[in-house]
């Protein structure tokens, strides 16, 4: 088993930037791709960044483009996503996957584990 741990979220301002963390301990490998999914109030969750484990390949979602950026340090099972430029249209509650190691690693079924999720708030 896995557990992942998030953290960073927060409130801000439209414009300003938060960073999140997420700790996997347990069963952890460097194999398997590393992401992040949210959750706005009333919507489906969706995908927004990932990483692989040993190559550098990384997938944003469009709105995301350019704004985000994930990274992760294998040595600390942890994976980062920094947020700039941050819109009000990404609130939302923000959950960290791991697990993923065949298919696009894009969709929630192709995730074995999950954190609790930590809010991000984005005023106007």
């Known amino acids: 088993q896995v557990q992942l741990v998030e953290s960073g979220g927060g409130l801000v301002q439209a414009g300003g930037s938060l960073s999140l963390s997420c700790a996997a301990s347990?069963?952890?490998?460097?194999?398997?791709?590393m992401g992040w999914f949210r959750q706005a109030p009333g919507q489906e969750r969706e995908f927004v960044a990932a990483?692989?484990?040993?190559?550098?390949?990384?997938y944003y979602t469009d709105s995301v483009k350019g704004r985000f950026t994930i990274s992760r340090d294998n040595a600390k099972n942890t994976v980062y996503l920094q947020m700039n430029s941050l819109k009000v249209e990404d609130t939302a509650v923000y959950y960290c996957?791991?697990?993923?190691?065949?298919?696009?690693?894009?969709?929630?079924?192709?995730?074995?584990?999950w954190g609790q999720g930590t809010q991000v708030t984005v005023s106007s």
């Open positions: 347990g069963r952890t490998s460097s194999s398997y791709y």
């Open positions: 996957a791991a697990g993923c190691l065949y298919g696009s690693c894009r969709k929630m079924d192709e995730y074995q584990y």
């Open positions: 990483r692989g484990g040993i190559g550098l390949t990384t």
